[in-house]
């Protein structure tokens, strides 16, 4: 940067400065920079300062509650989140572990998946029903799916040898039984899984909590003495610099 933009850049701050200083001392020039007019800023600087800090500490009070709130809330959230996740897994598993695969056939934990023309399907495999019957020169693969449907799968020797068919029948009658003890434990679990999600849905005890004390926060902050002083002072301090200058400072943002 030149001495020109320096230069830009230097005024630009001063502006500023002077535009801060007029706003927070509006009137004339004199009242907002004159030494003579010195003790008129500080009595209205002070009184703005103590108001500002006053609403700083009040803010800072019902942010804490809020924030407070805000946790009670995320945590009820995420129990009821877990205690639902629990429920979706025993009422469904989904695939599980990947195990054997043959041709179009992928075995999984819960689930054997069949692809046909490029569209894989998922089928509970603790309802699934398998044999294989072998030839000279291939095996075919028997299923009678879920849903009652049947499908006959052939696999030419060429491609896959009948050991790896006879592994791939053994490996999914064992996965099917598994299967059946998981289904059945999955059961036995989900009425009190069920329950549980039910009463962390309704226990928001401490949700509820949490907002009383919020409201109670804002409401004694609301009615807090040491506000209505400072601000009692300040519109004072305002009235005593709007007399000698003719215009009245701007009061400081109340928001929170």
């Given at each position: ?102 041709g179009s ?66 490996a999914a ?20 899984a069920e ?62």
């Open positions: 940067m030149g001495t020109l933009g320096w230069l830009l850049v230097i005024a630009a701050v001063a502006a500023a400065a002077v535009l801060w200083r007029w706003l927070q001392y509006p009137g004339a020039w004199r009242y907002a920079f004159e030494a003579r007019y010195a003790d008129h800023r500080r009595d209205l600087g002070t009184h703005r300062s103590h108001l500002c800090a006053v609403r700083r500490a009040s803010r800072r009070t019902v942010s804490t509650a809020r924030d407070g709130a805000a946790r009670a809330a995320a945590a009820h959230r995420s129990r009821v989140v877990a205690a639902q996740a629990e429920v979706d897994r025993l009422r469904d598993p989904g695939r599980g572990a990947e195990g054997e695969t043959l056939l992928r075995l999984f934990e819960h689930k054997l998946v069949l692809t046909t023309n490029g569209r894989a399907a998922d089928h509970a495999l603790d309802a699934v029903l398998l044999h294989a019957d072998h030839t000279a020169g291939a095996s075919h693969l028997h299923l009678v799916l879920p849903d009652g449907a049947q499908r006959e799968l052939p696999f030419a020797h060429s491609e896959f040898a009948e050991e790896k068919i006879r592994a791939f029948v053994i009658r064992d996965g099917v039984a598994r299967a059946k003890t998981a289904r059945l434990e999955r059961e036995a679990k989900l009425p009190a329950a549980a999600l039910t009463e962390v849905r309704a226990d928001t005890a401490e949700v509820d909590r949490a907002r009383e004390r919020l409201d109670e926060i804002r409401a004694e902050q609301d009615a807090d003495p040491a506000i209505a002083e400072a601000e009692q002072a300040f519109e004072a301090a305002c009235g005593r610099w709007q007399k000698l200058t003719g215009t009245r400072p701007l009061r400081p943002r109340a928001a929170r």
